[in-house]
């Protein structure tokens, strides 16, 4: 049985206002875009994310309260955030966006990460 540890603060923080960036990414990036793959963000993509979001604060809100567990699994759903993301492209609003987005999904994976390390849970 695996001994769970507890989660720093700053990794939780760290967690949210990474994904929140990625979303608000998303939002600019789409509401910049004009092509096919900017209708699939719009339509797809972002809604997803959103989803995912919402759950991400709802995550935190629980950690706020002592739970870290919901936390955790949102976190490690997020290790495979690029995987869940292959087959849409991140250049619909241009090469500047997709580097944005590039980075800020890497972001949140490498927080995700932190979170489950930490937790004791990768």
């Given at each position: 049985m695996t001994e769970t540890q507890t989660i720093p603060q700053p990794l939780a923080d760290r967690y949210l206002t990474a994904f929140t960036a990625l979303v608000s990414k998303g939002r600019d990036a789409t509401a910049a875009g004009s092509s096919q793959q900017a209708e699939v963000w719009?339509?797809?993509?972002?809604?997803?994310?959103?989803?995912?979001?919402?759950?991400?604060?709802?995550?935190?809100?629980?950690?706020?309260?002592?739970?870290?567990?919901?936390?955790?699994?949102?976190?490690?759903?997020?290790?495979?955030?690029?995987?869940?993301?292959?087959?849409?492209?991140?250049?619909?609003?241009?090469?500047?966006?997709?580097?944005?987005?590039?980075?800020?999904?890497?972001?949140?994976?490498f927080a995700a990460w932190h979170v489950c390390q930490s937790a004791g849970a990768v």
């Open positions: 719009k339509q797809k993509v972002l809604p997803l994310l959103e989803l995912r979001l919402t759950a991400a604060k709802s995550a935190s809100a629980h950690y706020a309260i002592g739970d870290e567990q919901p936390l955790v699994i949102h976190a490690r759903q997020s290790l495979s955030l690029g995987r869940d993301m292959d087959g849409y492209s991140l250049d619909f609003a241009g090469d500047e966006f997709a580097t944005q987005l590039k980075q800020a999904q890497q972001l949140v994976v």
